[in-house]
Structure formats: structure tokens, C-alpha cells
């Protein structure tokens, strides 16, 4: 891609990030992007073929980078011998949310997008999807429990997707409301603890 090629895509992506961030997804308009970016419509076409197209070029790479990490995390604590896995309790998931909260950080505004200006796109239920996985390793790791020997009373489905909500709602809030890393960071380590400890409680009934 020549200079002015590359030039003319960045203004086309600054122009779509301003109008995505302020009117959403649905509301925002092509019309207005292409006018901001300073480019025809026929111009724009030359490198995305849709308004969609230019939403996913701008969020799929930091919706890949945070969904391949975290279940990175998941399937690492999964594929560890089964009587090791108490041991490793937390300790990948932590690893995993210090990482996304690092990441979120350095990529707030496209990030933002993904997360709360994203309806009428595939990433609507980004958030959602991830709380369906951590449910079902959920269910996979109470079933190891049980396997171990441990007294691991019944918790449904449902009642692991309200928890699990609450804990990635929570840590996608603190982060996407503009809030100081080091700040970010102290406040995801004491929900973590607050989960935790709710956790270690039903697991003792």
C-alpha cells in the first residue's frame, strides 16, 4: 500500500471510530464517515466492502486477541492432570484477567466499541459468549471436584451463568470507565477475592 493509500485508510478509520463512538453501530452513518475521512463513497469501496466490514476491521483483531487469551487460559487449566487442578485454582484465571485489563487499557476506544456500541453486529454478545465458556469449564471442573472425592453440592447452569456474569460485567466496567490502570488493576484483584470467596462458600454446603 503506497503512502497515499495508507493515509486515506487511516482517515477512514479515525472518521468511523469518532462517528461509532458516538452514534453506535446502527445509528452511524457511511455517509457521514466518508464525509469526515475527507474521501468519495466510490474511494471508501476500494477497501471496505460494507459499514460492517469497517466496524470488524477496526474491533476484530482486539475481540481475537482477548477471546484467544482467555480461552488459552481455559483449556490450560483443563488439560492439567486432574488432581492438580485444585492446586491450580485461580491461578491461570488471574493470570488471564491481569492480561485483558493490561490489554483493555492500551486499546480503550476500539475495545469500547466492541463492548457497548457494537448491536446489530456479531459482537453484540462478545461478553456473553465468554460467560457461556466459563460456565461449561465451570461445570467441567466441579465434575473433577466430585471425581476427587470432594462433596461438591449441585449448582445449575443457570445459577454458574448469574455468577460468571456478574464477574466478567464487573471487570469489563472497571476497565471501560476511563479508569487508571494501576486503579483497574487493585479493583479487578478485590472482585476476584469477593468471587472467590462466594465461590469457596457454595462449595462448602
Not at 463512538?21 to 468519495?40: C, H, P, W
Request: some cysteine.
Amino acid at each position: 500500500m503506497d503512502e497515499k493509500s495508507s493515509a486515506t485508510l487511516e482517515n477512514i478509520l479515525q472518521a468511523a471510530m469518532e462517528e461509532f463512538s458516538d452514534k453506535g453501530f446502527l445509528g452511524a452513518s457511511l455517509r457521514q464517515i466518508v464525509k469526515k475521512a475527507g474521501v468519495t463513497t466510490g474511494a471508501f469501496y476500494g477497501y471496505f466492502s460494507s459499514k460492517e466490514a469497517l466496524f470488524n476491521a477496526i474491533v476484530e483483531p482486539h475481540a481475537a486477541a482477548l477471546m484467544g487469551k482467555f480461552m488459552e487460559a481455559q483449556t490450560s487449566f483443563a488439560e492439567l492432570p486432574e488432581e492438580q487442578q485444585p492446586d491450580h485454582m485461580g491461578v491461570e484465571s488471574s493470570n488471564c484477567i491481569h492480561w485483558m485489563v493490561e490489554y483493555i487499557c492500551q486499546h480503550r476506544e476500539p475495545v469500547k466499541l466492541m463492548l457497548c456500541r457494537s448491536e446489530g453486529t456479531s459482537y453484540e454478545h462478545f461478553v456473553h459468549n465468554m460467560v457461556e465458556m466459563e460456565v461449561e469449564y465451570t461445570i467441567k471442573y466441579m465434575e473433577v471436584l466430585r471425581r476427587l472425592g470432594r462433596n461438591i453440592p449441585e449448582l445449575d447452569e443457570q445459577m454458574c451463568h448469574i455468577i460468571a456474569s456478574g464477574m466478567f460485567n464487573g471487570v469489563f466496567e472497571i476497565v471501560l470507565h476511563d479508569m487508571p490502570r494501576d486503579k483497574a488493576l487493585r479493583y479487578v484483584d478485590q472482585l476476584r477475592d469477593f468471587y472467590t470467596a462466594g465461590w469457596l462458600k457454595l462449595m462448602e454446603q
